[in-house]
């Protein structure tokens, strides 16, 4: 394990948020990789300071097993660590520094792994994709994905490394990202009554995307496997206005939905497109400029591995458990399940809901060991 955690303190020094460029800690697995004999592609974002990495080893004529990970971390502004989040800290059986749990400590075991798989005879090839800006809506892979087939090919199963506790994770719901811009007309506020209020327009439509709400809690498909067993609305920023003496034009409303496999999004924007009709339609009559225009801003899809698959049993036994479970945040796997068909799961390392994206994020050496033990039992299936 002496490996993975010298890799982990290196890739802590990365401050890999979203907001800077990854390059460097590219530059540094690609290395890492080249080095042991693997086939590295790397795959950049249009601006040239981001860029995603797939690589393979081991023979090109069976389909093998593709590991997932994102080298991006959320911001550590404005919270209250005490200690460097990019300097990896140990104190007992913990390890201290944003990314560790979410989700370099994956990472880390994936190249461990790559080192010892470097030093024998597979029959199957081991395939690794590591991607950035996951953390603002999965925004790497989408633009990567189409770029695995031609590079290191398909496999016929795929492990996304979020952390799940090493539980075999087959199921999480999709999210679409949407801003409502609300038309309203200007005018002086002593004669207020007289024109359309945008931010009143705005207000009439947070009440409406409620009752969505309201509709998906108590009549829409549940899966007694999350949570929050029903897909949700949630408005998260609204702003609107100029002055206090001026009646505001513009409101603009931002807004989300996540919504469960058995609840398509196309459904639920369904119900959220009727709702803004109805709110300008109140207005209409006295109101003519009245408009609700709606926007995607992003969207990734959701996970669904039937329970039956060969992929999770592959994974079960691997994570030696009989059990599967749903997480309720997303991740890239629907990406790999839905856009390349690839039979899919997720299983990692430490706790979302206890460390992801909180000050002193940290995991446990406990939790990286299970995880190194997991891929010593999959090293040994590629083998044979």
């Not at 691997?318 to 749903?326: H, P």
């Amino acid at each position: 394990m002496t490996l993975t955690l010298d890799t982990l303190e290196r890739l802590i020094g990365f401050p890999t948020v979203s907001s800077v460029s990854n390059l460097d800690i590219i530059a540094y697995i690609e290395d890492f990789l080249k080095i042991r004999g693997f086939r590295t592609y790397r795959v950049p974002d249009a601006t040239g300071r981001k860029a995603g990495l797939f690589a393979a080893i081991g023979p090109t004529e069976t389909a093998g097993v593709l590991l997932s990970g994102h080298t991006d971390v959320v911001p550590v502004v404005g919270q209250n660590w005490t200690r460097d989040p990019f300097r990896l800290t140990q104190k007992g059986e913990r390890l201290y520094g944003r990314g560790t749990t979410d989700m370099k400590g994956y990472l880390a075991c994936m190249l461990s792994l790559a080192d010892r798989a470097a030093k024998v005879a597979l029959k199957e090839p081991l395939k690794l994709a590591f991607s950035y800006d996951e953390e603002i809506g999965c925004v790497g892979i989408r633009q990567m994905i189409d770029q695995l087939q031609p590079t290191i090919g398909l496999p016929r199963a795929c492990f996304v490394g979020e952390p799940t506790e090493m539980q075999v994770a087959i199921g999480h719901k999709g999210k679409t990202a949407l801003r409502a811009t609300c038309h309203g007309e200007n005018g002086h506020s002593a004669m207020a009554p007289q024109f359309l209020n945008a931010v009143h327009v705005a207000a009439d439509f947070v009440g409406a995307l409620r009752d969505v709400q309201a509709g998906l809690a108590q009549n829409g498909p549940r899966d007694a496997a999350y949570s929050v067993p029903f897909s949700t609305v949630h408005v998260g920023k609204i702003s609107g206005g100029t002055a206090l003496n001026i009646v505001p034009d513009r409101a603009v409303i931002d807004f989300e939905f996540r919504n469960l496999a058995s609840d398509p999004a196309d459904n639920i924007r369904g119900l959220i497109d009727m709702a803004a009709e109805d709110v300008t339609g109140r207005f209409h009559a006295q109101h003519p400029v009245a408009k609700i225009k709606i926007e995607q801003v992003n969207a990734y899809p959701g996970l669904d591995t039937d329970s039956a698959d060969d992929v999770v049993a592959f994974a079960q036994n691997l994570a030696q458990t009989n059990s599967t479970t749903k997480v309720a945040f997303g991740t890239e796997a629907g990406f790999f399940a839905s856009v390349l068909k690839i039979p899919t799961i997720v299983c990692g390392p430490g706790s979302m809901a206890e460390q992801g994206h909180k000050p002193d994020e940290s995991i446990g050496t406990g939790d990286l060991a299970a995880c190194d033990a997991f891929f010593d039992r999959l090293l040994g299936h590629l083998t044979g």
